[in-house]
């Protein structure tokens, strides 16, 4: 006969059982009340410095002091302080600048530049229909000041600041263009004058192409704007119908920019599937995008650098693991979080990471960066032609490297080599 256990000991252990869970339950109160406090004594003594700093200045400095300028100052250092370069306040003109940004047409002069040797501004494009473009200003002209000041003094990222704005504002140009064979202003060569452009709406071009080998489609993808995937769709069709057998797509030195135009262009290339989803503090997964089914039936490769920020990474990283093709070059930035903007009453904007972007296989490259399949990476002399838009194609090994990842996937798929003759 199996030992009996009585009523006596079960009520015991229940209360026991009891017991604990009302310990527990009151340990982990505690604890939460205790970090509550601590939180709310942490803050209040934040506030109360602000305020003894707020006494202070007002009472003596002898200065006067514009409170919108120190608000925004204020807020500013706040989200400095969360120590994460994410995080940024955007005053209220700042946050119009960004939204605009972030449509499908940009406001201001229309060009892309690189600080040279001497500071200035070296311009490497000149965007079509864009204010720098009805002002005559070419590739390879520099700029050298802005409304009269020396770019050297205004310093080259706030100069990049100055070339967006409000439309119908304008900004003169301090311009040296150099002669045809390159010679420097001490030659003779080259002139000095001014121009004065007014800032307006242009579309950014983001998709440049070119038909390498007689078989390889080469787009670059600059940025990922509203615009980019109708862009890349239009040139990718008219190279799959002149015969192109493999596609090389160049997002090197890629911002990045709107996820869901990165994810728009992967739906052309990618099977169905996951290809943007983000972890929260919680440790929650949202899925973001997905891709529907249907895909290019091509070899892909990739190319990357330090450069590719972002929206960029994202595509990198699904081309890998979607196993859709390789990817070469050079680890990427190593940006991949999410940054929400969050508009605040006065129409300014706190720029907050809220999320980590996490790849198909459950990994983020935040902090790390998307590592390439094959590393390839160019020498100084390559690297500062290449931001130039002056490496030609058959100089560049990053574009020859991703010229032999296709010929390899093309071997092995048994199809027609992209990139050999036919």
Same mark, same amino acid.
């Given at each position: 006969?199996?030992?009996?256990?009585?009523?006596?000991?079960?009520?015991?252990?229940?209360?026991?059982?009891?017991?604990?869970?009302?310990?527990?339950?009151?340990?982990?109160?505690?604890?939460?009340?205790?970090?509550?406090?601590?939180?709310?004594?942490?803050?209040?003594?934040?506030?109360?410095?602000?305020? /003894?700093?707020?006494?202070?200045?007002?009472?003596?400095?002898?200065?006067?002091?514009?409170?919108?300028?120190?608000?925004?100052?204020?807020?500013?250092?706040?989200?400095?302080?969360?120590?994460?370069?994410?995080?940024?306040? %955007?005053?209220?003109?700042?946050?119009?600048?960004?939204?605009?940004?972030?449509?499908?047409?940009?406001?201001?002069?229309?060009?892309?530049?690189?600080?040279?040797?001497?500071?200035?501004? /070296?311009?490497?494009?000149?965007?079509?229909?864009?204010?720098? /473009?009805?002002?005559?200003?070419?590739?390879?002209?520099?700029?050298?000041?802005?409304?009269?000041?020396?770019?050297?003094?205004?310093?080259?990222?706030?100069?990049?600041?100055?070339?967006?704005?409000?439309?119908?504002?304008?900004?003169?140009?301090?311009? %040296?263009?150099?002669?045809?064979?390159?010679?420097?202003?001490?030659?003779?060569?080259?002139?000095?004058?001014?121009?004065?452009?007014?800032?307006?709406?242009?579309?950014?071009?983001?998709?440049?192409?070119?038909? %390498?080998?007689?078989?390889?489609?080469?787009?670059?993808?600059?940025?990922?704007?509203?615009?980019?995937?109708?862009?890349?769709?239009?040139?990718?069709?008219?190279?799959?119908?002149?015969?192109?057998?493999?596609?090389?797509? @160049?997002?090197?030195?890629?911002?990045?920019? $709107?996820?869901?135009?990165?994810?728009?262009?992967?739906?052309?290339?990618?099977?169905?599937?996951?290809?943007?989803?983000?972890?929260?503090?919680?440790?929650?997964?949202?899925?973001?995008?997905?891709?529907?089914?249907?895909?290019?039936?091509?070899?892909?490769?990739?190319?990357?650098?330090?450069?590719?920020?972002?929206?960029?990474?994202?595509?990198?990283?699904?081309?890998? @693991?979607?196993?859709?093709?390789?990817?070469?070059?050079?680890?990427?930035?190593?940006?991949?979080?999410?940054?929400?903007?969050?508009? %605040?009453? $006065?129409?300014?904007?706190?720029?907050?990471?809220?999320?980590?972007?996490?790849?198909?296989?459950?990994?983020?490259?935040?902090?790390?960066?998307?590592?390439?399949?094959?590393?390839? $990476?160019?020498? @100084?002399?390559?690297?500062?032609?290449?931001?130039?838009?002056?490496?030609?194609?058959?100089? $560049?090994?990053?574009?020859?490297?991703?010229?032999?990842?296709?010929?390899?996937?093309?071997?092995?798929?048994?199809?027609?080599?992209?990139?050999?003759?036919?």
């Amino acid at each position: 006969m199996g030992k009996k256990f009585s009523v006596g000991a079960a009520v015991s252990v229940s209360a026991i059982t009891a017991a604990i869970a009302v310990s527990l339950t009151y340990v982990y109160a505690m604890d939460s009340f205790n970090r509550k406090v601590a939180d709310i004594n942490e803050r209040q003594a934040m506030y109360q410095k602000l305020s /003894e700093i707020d006494q202070k200045a007002r009472r003596d400095y002898i200065g006067s002091i514009d409170e919108s300028a120190l608000t925004d100052g204020i807020c500013a250092g706040y989200a400095a302080g969360l120590g994460n370069s994410h995080a940024q306040y %955007l005053s209220a003109r700042k946050y119009k600048e960004y939204v605009a940004a972030n449509g499908a047409k940009t406001v201001g002069v229309g060009v892309r530049t690189v600080q040279d040797a001497d500071g200035n501004m /070296e311009v490497t494009e000149v965007m079509p229909n864009s204010p720098a /473009e009805k002002a005559g200003i070419r590739k390879g002209d520099v700029i050298v000041a802005m409304d009269g000041k020396e770019i050297v003094r205004i310093t080259y990222g706030a100069a990049l600041n100055r070339l967006e704005g409000t439309a119908g504002t304008k900004l003169t140009l301090g311009l %040296l263009r150099r002669g045809a064979d390159g010679a420097a202003a001490s030659s003779g060569a080259s002139k000095s004058f001014s121009v004065t452009v007014t800032r307006a709406e242009y579309t950014e071009r983001t998709i440049t192409s070119a038909m %390498l080998g007689g078989n390889v489609a080469y787009l670059r993808i600059s940025g990922f704007t509203q615009n980019t995937p109708n862009n890349f769709s239009r040139a990718l069709n008219q190279m799959t119908d002149k015969g192109a057998s493999g596609l090389l797509i @160049d997002l090197r030195s890629n911002p990045g920019g $709107d996820v869901p135009a990165a994810a728009a262009v992967l739906d052309l290339l990618l099977p169905a599937g996951n290809t943007v989803s983000r972890r929260d503090k919680s440790g929650r997964v949202t899925v973001e995008q997905v891709s529907k089914p249907g895909e290019i039936n091509l070899p892909v490769a990739l190319i990357v650098n330090g450069g590719t920020y972002g929206a960029a990474e994202i595509f990198a990283a699904d081309i890998r @693991d979607f196993k859709k093709g390789l990817v070469v070059g050079t680890k990427t930035a190593g940006y991949g979080t999410k940054d929400e903007a969050v508009p %605040l009453s $006065d129409g300014s904007a706190l720029l907050l990471p809220v999320a980590e972007y996490v790849t198909l296989s459950g990994r983020t490259f935040n902090g790390t960066g998307v590592v390439p399949d094959r590393e390839k $990476d160019l020498t @100084d002399d390559q690297r500062s032609r290449f931001v130039r838009n002056r490496l030609s194609y058959a100089e $560049d090994p990053q574009i020859q490297a991703g010229i032999a990842a296709l010929l390899q996937q093309g071997a092995a798929a048994g199809s027609a080599p992209a990139g050999s003759s036919r």
